[in-house]
Structures are given as C-alpha cells and as structure tokens.
C-alpha cells in the first residue's frame, strides 16, 4: 500500500465500482461512482476488477494491481465498507471508509485524541455545514500472519 499514498489512492480501491462491458462505470450509490469518477480526474484511475478479485488502478500513469482479499459491504448497520487487500509486494491492508461517528469510534486511542484528527473533525463539519455529504477515511496495515488466522477464523 505504500506505492499508493494518501486519499486519492485510497478511494481508488476502496469500492464496489465495476466496469460495464460498454467500458463505463457502475456503481451501488451515486457516491461511490462520484469518488472513482473524481480521483480518476486527478491521475488515480480505476481500470478493471477480474474475476481473480484483483483490482488494477493506474496511478499518475502507473499500473497497479492489488488483490482483494476480503469485501464487506456498506449496510445501515456498521455505516461503513471495508476492504482487504493485498499489494504486489504481498503487504496486506485494510481500508474503510464511513461516517465519521462510527470510523472515529474504531481508531486507536492514539489517534483519537491526536491534532491530525482535530484538524479532519473540523474540515468535515466545515463541508457538512455548507451541505456536502462527507464520509471517513481510515486504514491500518496488517500483519500477515494475523491477517491468516483472522481468514480462517472467519471461514
């Protein structure tokens, strides 16, 4: 995940978005399809998902590959979406992205009382009251080993 830096790689992986076989998008919300659309605008392009649940994005004109390892859709509930992947160098990471009530509530101690997130806290109210939808973005790099155990747990 490390080739991949910030934001707008993130959205860039971290959907349900498909290709059509006219070569347009679609998507399961308007939002979703708008985040993909956006970043592919700013040289984080989503090109195809296989039916090997790998994603290959291009980046600033590089090609990327990453393997999904586990998908977990948005739903009322956890007010969120989750994926799991893998980069080309095997280092696997987990990406959600929601509302910030709930992404908040699943930081670290270390990060919930950290200036960066005053700082996200303050920025996301600032859009929210001038009437843009805003969502959370995390990500935690996770250990191979663990990530095994959790899989075959969860099998």
């Known amino acids: 995940m490390k080739e991949v830096v910030g934001t707008l790689g993130f959205i860039a992986l971290c959907h349900s978005v498909i290709v059509e076989p006219s070569g347009g998008l679609s ?3 308007p939002d979703e399809l ?6 592919k ?3 984080f392009k989503f090109v195809s998902r296989d039916k090997d649940d790998n994603i290959e994005i291009e ?3 590089k090609k990327k590959i990453y393997k999904v390892l586990h998908f977990i859709e948005f739903n009322s509930d956890r007010k969120r979406m989750s994926v799991i ?9 987990l990406l959600c992205k929601g509302a910030d009530s709930i992404i908040e509530s699943l930081l670290t101690k270390e990060a919930q009382t950290s ?14 009251a001038t009437g843009l939808r805003t969502l959370m973005l995390a990500s935690k790099t996770i ?4 990530y095994l ?3 075959e747990r969860l099998e």
């Open 27 to 29: 998507a399961s919300s």
């Open 143 to 146: 250990d191979q080993s663990y």
């Open 85 to 93: 992947i893998a980069d080309p160098n095997n280092e696997v990471t």
């Open 41 to 43: 605008e700013l040289g």
């Open 149 to 151: 155990d959790w899989d």
């Open 34 to 39: 708008a985040l993909v659309e956006g970043v």
């Open 59 to 61: 980046v600033l004109g």
């Open 115 to 128: 200036e960066k997130l005053v700082e996200t806290k303050a920025a996301i109210e600032r859009w929210a």
